[in-house]
């Protein structure tokens, strides 16, 4: 089946993950796309399919060569973002893009204007939503892409391979990807999420992550009366916010530069409480970050003179650079397999977290690669078929090159 079909069939599954839920998966129809995955796995010829309790679905491609090579894993998500829906996803393809805007439907528009990375797709076939919901590509492609991979393996036996491991989780989009992922069963060398944008681009540096509350106890007193009384703690949160540096915000960086950023605030007279995500890619300016917090509770303390601010820091995930740095040939095969088929690696940091920085920390070293979905968590998501087909030419150049002595690779 071409990788295209393949993602087509794959986005007609609503997948949608739930915040909100306290299951695991957070939304039962992940199930049943995993349903679907493990059958087709099994007539790919897999071994050890199975989905665990949790929603994680696990198979293996067995050796054919003896167990020459690194046992590499192969890693992608199936749900997709609760920011916009995915349900009767109603794709539309342009073949042989122009380069030109692209209408979606009567009120919107692909702008190249907009989207610059349009201009890097022109005269790819591409697949666009049909405005009102979201494609789906985010990561139905890296699924596409691994299971096209697996098919050429399976039609392909003198492809010499050692066991490749493949595993789909869900709720990644809400944070839990890898809370029940088992890594001793998994038993993979190393592996790589296929969770990226351009297929050109390599990932491996991600935020460090913390998330901070403050809470505010104020001094609720009959406005009436309150002169010399009442501490206002909706008065002394946008104190404590407008203390924050003005320029660390999302809005105002880009690339390496780390920021705070203020997501959720509630409140009364009485009690007041923020909630703010804060990120740097360098754990040192991170610390940085997280003591503003804390020198500003202390001065507020001693200015009202009680302790009316607390902060709470806790960590969300760390940059996995620190991890994949003591293993840098697991990027570097990567570029050398981008430049034997034509690719321009370019090492981009992320900025946000990934499924791979928590297996990274957990023990398995596992960077992130492109999938030729762009614009993904919104109704302006499209990927490019052509980039596809290299993101399945990419893993299989992968596994040939780590493989002594592997024949030639027609790749169609
Ligand atoms: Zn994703």
Sequence with gaps: ???????????????????????SPSSSNQKEFGEFLLEEMRILGLSNVYMSEYGVV?????????????VIGFIAHMDTSPDAS??????????????????????????????PYLKDVKGHDLITTDGTTLLGGDDKAGIAIIMSMAEYMFKHPEFKHNDIKIAFTPDEEIGHGTDHFDIENFQADYAYTIDGGDINELYFENFNAYQVIVDITGKSIHPGNAKNKMVNSLNVAMEFHHMLPHQKVPE????????????????????TRLEYIVRDHHFTELKEQLNDFKRIQAYLNSFYGYELIDVTIHEQYLNMCDIIKDHPQIVEQVELAMEDIGLNPRIVPIRGGTDGARLSFKGLPCPNLGTGGFNCHGPYEYVSINMMKKGVELLLRLIKNNVYNNEDMPFE
Excluded at 58 to 70: E, K, L, R
Excluded at 86 to 115: A, S, V
Excluded at 252 to 271: A, S
């Design 1 to 23: 089946m071409k990788v295209e079909n393949r993602f087509l069939k794959y986005i007609s599954f609503p997948t949608q993950s739930n915040p909100y839920s306290t299951t």
């Design 58 to 70: 696990y198979g293996t491609i067995p050796s054919n060569n003896h167990h020459q090579g690194d």
């Design 86 to 115: 995915g349900e009767n996803i109603n794709p539309q393809i342009i073949r042989d893009y122009d380069g030109q805007k692209i209408t979606l439907n009567d009120d919107m528009i692909l702008d190249p204007q907009e989207f």
């Design 252 to 271: 105002c960086t880009e690339n390496y530069e780390g920021f705070h950023h203020l997501n959720h605030m509630q409140g009364t007279c009485e009690k």
